[in-house]
């Protein structure tokens, strides 16, 4: 038995040498493989950097912008009041004038009724 024992032994080993060499043979690609990685993972790295970086201006313009977009439109609404103010003021002139014309119980004859017939 012990012969057998020996013999099955070799066999073993031999298996084992034979399975060592196919994975040894793995090992040279697993280091480039790695190193292709750590490359690809430096790169997106620096890459999201400068996303972070121009999606940090890009927010600042934005809120600038919208700064500027509501003084504009403030300022679009004064200027907007002041011509409504003075369109109203050149159109209720001519009416006033002439109010202060007509003695107080006297209506503007646009105003008058018409007269109806029974």
């Not at 996303?51 to 934005?62: D, I, K, M, P």
Request: one cysteine or more; proline letters at 5%.
């Amino acid at each position: 038995m012990d012969s057998l024992a020996v013999e099955d032994g070799r066999q073993r080993l031999a298996r084992w040498i034979e399975d060592g060499q196919s994975v040894l043979g793995v090992v040279p690609w697993l280091f480039e493989e790695n190193e292709r990685l750590r490359a690809a993972i430096e790169a997106a790295e620096r890459e999201c950097a400068r996303l972070r970086e121009e999606l940090h201006a890009v927010r600042a313009e934005t809120d600038f912008l919208i700064g500027e977009r509501g003084e504009i439109a403030e300022m679009i609404a004064a200027g907007l009041n002041k011509v409504m103010n003075d369109a109203l003021q050149r159109l209720r002139a001519p009416f006033a004038s002439r109010a202060l014309e007509r003695t107080p119980g006297e209506r503007h004859p646009l105003l008058q009724p018409e007269p109806t017939y029974s």
